[in-house]
């Protein structure tokens, strides 16, 4: 974690910095396979067991269970609310050899040697104690599974034009970050958890996400300029104290401008690994 950001703001508690609101849920079910865990493709063959921890609204989860069929895949989530929209999707899909369910990934309901596969993506990084989630996941693993985990690293985020206001934005986010007891540069610390929670081989990558296109600037820039204001995470900002309504209605003019720039870009850095149980 950088030094400038002080530790002892964390609350004790591992809370969801983005929340479930409209906006974030919008983007989150954009996310596939192919543009989210493509690392993970040679894993997902027809009949393999897969686990997906943090599962949120089921795009990627129903993705995996086109791929495995005829296996059930089973997606778990905190939310029971982001569970039921989840499942809803797979309905409207036509996809039945998936499900969802509340779970907890410190304590997955599930039996020891279960699956072959244990998907986590932009999960460990809001988590207080990945390492003990790791753990878990290790332990619902086959002998051979592996877990395939992918999280952003806030500390790689570049973007151009150099609008001042995503200076604070990410400035505000990371502290936001922190203090719900997460870990915003998680991108590059997944294999030192892994390390640590007893997997026997760690393979590592990494990918980025881009976006650039007129469509993807105002999807990108017009979801975070909702979020600035009227997410979770506005008001995590404003009750930690790391930024006013001020602050958060400057950053949200700030995702509308640069959103509105024909050469504007935006790229986020992932770590990505598959951790040998």
């Known amino acids: 974690m950088d030094t400038d950001i002080d530790r002892s703001e964390v609350a004790p508690r591992d809370e969801y910095t983005h929340g479930h609101h409209e906006s974030v849920v919008r983007t989150h079910a954009w996310r596939t396979v192919a543009n989210s865990a493509e690392y993970l493709i040679p894993h997902l063959q027809p009949g393999a067991l897969v ?8 795009s990627i989860t129903i993705d995996i269970a086109r791929r495995v069929d005829p296996a059930p895949v089973r997606g778990v989530d905190a939310s029971a609310q982001i569970v039921a929209q989840a499942a809803g999707l797979a309905a409207d899909n036509g996809v039945h050899n998936v499900e969802f369910a509340v779970d907890d990934a410190y304590r997955l309901d599930a039996e020891d ?5 244990v998907h986590a993506h932009q999960v460990l990084q809001h988590l207080g104690r990945p390492e003990d989630a790791l753990r878990e996941f290790r332990r619902v693993l086959k ?3 592996v877990a395939g985990v992918r999280d952003v690293d806030y500390g790689g985020v570049i973007w151009y034009p150099l609008v001042p206001a995503l200076d604070k934005w990410l400035d505000v986010y990371r502290r936001v970050h922190v203090w719900n007891g997460g870990d915003p540069l998680a991108g590059r610390t997944l294999k030192h958890w892994a390390v640590n929670a007893g997997f026997s081989r760690v393979d590592v990558s990494a990918s980025v996400w881009l976006f650039s296109s007129p469509a993807e600037r105002e999807w990108w820039g017009g979801s975070w300029a909702e979020r600035a204001v009227e997410s979770t995470f506005a008001a995590h900002a404003i009750e930690s104290g790391h930024a006013d309504w001020g602050d958060l209605k400057e950053i949200a003019a700030g995702w509308r401008e640069w959103a509105a720039h024909d050469d504007g870009w ?3 850095p992932h770590g990505e690994i598959i951790a040998h149980g």
């Open 51 to 58: 686990l997906d921890v943090g599962s949120g609204p089921g």
């Open 113 to 117: 040697d279960t699956y072959d596969v």
């Open 143 to 145: 002998p051979g599974g």
């Open 266 to 268: 935006l790229l986020m």
